[in-house]
């Protein structure tokens, strides 16, 4: 792959992770972690709206932006994104499935709404279900 092309790689892997709910700190370390795995110096820089990436490489340094804006939340996307970058780290997927790979991540279907409901439902009822075995326990001893 080309400095452009493995820069491009490192910078719709941010993007992925950065409009899909995934915190700063944690996007900017994994597209640093993917750059180097694909022997870049890479640095990102978030700002609302937009990701800027610096490359640097023996061949050369490349600066590219793209629009992103962090408005939404998928966390299977940001797993599946995740889960790459770590492939390519480990040697099992090669740069160019990488970039197959999140491209169609990025262009996955949400999770559907009452799935998240049904999610967030059993969430909000299972300290509750806790604290309720925790004060019989009490009542009992």
Not at 14 to 23: E, I, K
Not at 35 to 47: F, H, S, T, Y
Request: hydrophobic content about 50%; overall charge neutral; aromatic content about 4%.
């Amino acid at each position: 792959m080309t400095l452009e092309e493995r820069s491009n790689l490192v910078l719709a892997a941010a993007r992925v992770l950065y409009v899909n709910g995934q915190a700063t700190e944690e996007t900017v370390a994994a597209a640093e972690q993917l750059g180097r795995a694909l022997g870049l110096r890479a640095k990102v820089m978030p700002r609302w709206g937009e990701l800027r990436l610096e490359c640097e490489h023996n061949d050369g340094r490349l600066i590219d932006q793209v629009a992103a804006d962090p408005t939404g939340v998928d966390m299977d996307r940001v797993a599946s994104t995740v889960r790459a970058i770590e492939d390519v780290g480990a040697g099992r997927l090669t740069p160019q499935a990488a970039a197959a790979a999140i491209a169609a991540i990025a262009q996955a279907q949400p999770a559907p709404t009452w799935l998240f409901a049904l999610a967030a439902g059993a969430g909000a009822v299972a300290p509750a279900r806790s604290l309720f075995a925790i004060s019989s326990a009490r009542r009992c001893a």
